[in-house]
T-cell receptor, first 115, second 115 residues
Framework: DADVTQTPRNRITKTGKRIMLECSQT?????MYWYRQDPGLGLRLIYY???????NKGEISDGYSVSRQAQAKFSLSLESAIPNQTALYFC??????????????FGPGTRLTVL | AQSVAQPEDQVNVAEGNPLTVKCTYS??????LFWYVQYPNRGLQFLLK??????LVKGSYGFEAEFNKSQTSFHLKKPSALVSDSALYFC?????????????FGAGTRLFVKA
């Protein structure tokens, strides 16, 4: 979905390096999420944010941190990357208003490899 | 605690035949149920959702899903499969009883449609 963009799309890094993944959205949504996808495990929630002043840990937040710089921007950082953080990372957004909320809109993903 | 299960890692079907991708869920209250599809090198795309009302929900690309409360299932169906339907399909559930927003995704089912 072009309304949710992620940079970079691919990144190869070494163990111990600090990495930042960025997400921007033009959908005007208030909620943003970071997931990682691993084969056979589906999507697992890393962090989520209801609005700029609200940041919450998901089920697998250890080793990660986030920053919500603006309503449209939500970045994910790996302070010291390790090989088991090799995965496909997705940013998503949703709109809290109206009925049937939490339909999520995903970015194209960032493939991260930690050597 | 809420959970969602997709019992089949892969479903194989011939083009033109009907397809079913299975999903069962567990929530403490009333569920919001979703299906998403992921094509290669793309993010997840929303297909359809069940919030309330008619148990048969119609979505994008000719897909539909039937909510069955007694069997706690939400199977995805299509009357006539296309080769272009080959993708990874995710079922997701949100428990409205918790008052929270958290959506849980299944592990995914890969659909392979053979010409």
């Amino acid at each position: 979905d072009a309304d949710v963009t992620q940079t970079p799309r691919n990144r190869i890094t070494k163990t111990g390096k600090r990495i930042m993944l960025e997400c921007s959205q033009t959908k005007g949504h208030d909620r943003m999420y970071w997931y990682r996808q691993d084969p056979g495990l589906g999507l697992r929630l890393i962090y989520y944010s209801f609005d700029v002043k609200d940041i919450n840990k998901g089920e697998i937040s250890d080793g990660y941190s986030v920053s919500r710089q603006a309503q449209a921007k939500f970045s994910l950082s790996l302070e010291s990357a390790i090989p088991n953080q090799t995965a496909l990372y997705f940013c998503a957004t949703s709109d809290s208003s109206g009925i049937g909320t939490d339909t999520q809109y995903f970015g194209p993903g960032t493939r991260l490899t930690v050597l | 605690a809420q959970s969602v299960a997709q019992p089949e890692d892969q479903v194989n079907v011939a083009e033109g035949n009907p397809l079913t991708v299975k999903c069962t869920y567990s929530v403490s209250g009333n569920p919001y149920l979703f299906w998403y599809v992921q094509y290669p090198n793309r993010g997840l795309q929303f297909l359809l959702k069940y919030i309330t009302g008619d148990n048969l929900v119609k979505g994008s690309y000719g897909f539909e899903a039937e909510f069955n409360k007694s069997q706690t299932s939400f199977h995805l169906k299509k009357p006539s499969a296309l080769v272009s339907d080959s993708a990874l399909y995710f079922c997701a559930v949100r428990d409205t009883n918790t008052g929270g927003f958290k959506t849980i995704f299944g592990a995914g089912t890969r659909l392979f449609v053979k010409a």
